[in-house]
């Protein structure tokens, strides 16, 4: 004996003959259905706010309310229940007009054997919705929950570098040799550089590609800053506004941090005025192409700059190779180093 399967259905029709057509269709079909018929919009406002309901079933025209009436009453509850006509009189265009407003199929009241098995496919239907649904609300909770740890790490690292940061300028203090005094500040202005990603990161929505041009800001502030040079070296910047991924933002951080560190350093001896320059663009081949000049002094002649014992430099090489770059150094009036590399895949 097969088993009789409960419905709740809310039949949007001003005919008691009609709805006792659709119940007994239902019965034969092997459905023990519940149903409260409603003829008009206010009982079946009232109907959807006081009940549950598994299925809807409307005519397609009455006096005083239509099928795509209930249809966009339901639609305004946000109830995602299947939603049929039932109707005697409704053409193929009307058709095609309810169903793209939304009803889920339409049956001729000459042809209700059709009732119980598109019930059933919707009733399926829906739930196989309702499953997607849950699926992707436990998604965006897990993307949301890993979110909020991803930004807890960058806070955290952030945090740790502050505190290597701090570290290294207390030690600082005892040191006399001014060498290793230069050395323990050029540390502390990577660590720098590498802990403003973390930040930028820990405060964006967007948890791994940062504003690069407030990046570059701030970096190269914070270097006048610490060279005390403000007051008699321009600063021009002229950077598009980019988002950069962090592997790639990090090295060339890095980077900048030490081509304007070097200027401040040499390319102004003897309290010279000039200025340092820092472009950033991306160009039509979807390469950055990056540029740190100065007029300064310009660079030593016996010099190559990628075989120097100074770290900084030899840092310079080392990651725009890791960033599958090119490097180029013209030597006229001052220095200029032009960058060119992709940005990373990950």
């Not at 079946?44 to 025209?61: E, G």
């Not at 239907?125 to 790490?153: G, I, M, P, T, Y």
């Not at 940061?165 to 202005?189: C, G, H, M, P, W």
């Not at 502030?221 to 321009?234: E, S």
Request: hydrophobic share 40%; net charge negative.
């Amino acid at each position: 004996m097969a088993m009789v399967k409960p419905l709740r259905v809310l039949i949007v029709e001003d005919s008691e003959n009609d709805a006792m057509l659709i119940m007994r269709q239902l019965r034969q079909g092997g459905y023990e259905p519940f149903y409260e018929q409603v003829a008009t919009p206010e009982a079946m406002k009232a109907a959807l706010a006081t009940a549950s309901w598994d299925i809807v079933i409307a005519d397609y025209s009455m006096p005083r309310f239509t099928g795509l009436d209930a249809l966009r009453l339901l639609q305004e509850t946000g109830q995602d229940l299947p939603f049929l006509i039932v109707s005697g009189s409704i053409g193929e265009e009307l058709a095609v007009t309810a169903m793209k407003a939304g009803v889920h199929d339409y049956i001729m009241k000459n042809n209700m054997a059709r009732l119980p098995p598109a019930v059933e496919r919707e009733l399926r239907e829906a739930k196989n919705r309702d499953a997607r649904r849950q699926a992707e609300e436990q998604l965006k909770a897990s993307l949301r929950e890993k979110e909020v740890l991803l930004q807890e790490v960058h806070h955290r690292v952030k945090n740790n570098l502050q505190v290597i940061t701090s570290i290294l300028n207390l030690q600082s203090q005892y040191i006399k040799d001014e060498l290793a005094l230069r050395l323990f500040k050029e540390s502390q202005t990577r660590i720098k550089s590498i802990s403003l990603v973390h930040e930028k990161l820990y405060r964006s929505k967007d948890l791994v590609r940062i504003d690069f041009s407030d990046y570059v800001q701030e970096i190269a502030t914070h270097l006048f800053h610490l060279y005390g040079k403000r007051a008699i070296i321009a600063l021009e910047l002229n950077i598009d506004k980019l988002s950069m991924h962090m592997n790639t933002a990090i090295p060339c951080g890095i980077i900048i941090n030490e081509l304007v560190s070097n200027a401040l350093k040499y390319a102004f001896p003897d309290d010279r005025k000039g200025k340092i320059g820092i472009r950033l663009q991306e160009d039509q081949d979807h390469q950055y192409v990056l540029t740190v000049m100065d007029n300064g002094i310009g660079f030593p002649k016996d010099l190559n700059f990628r075989h120097t014992e100074t770290l900084g430099l030899q840092l310079v090489v080392t990651l725009t190779s890791q960033l599958d770059g090119t490097i180029q150094m013209n030597d006229g009036e001052g220095t200029t180093f032009t960058i060119r590399f992709p940005e990373q895949s990950y």
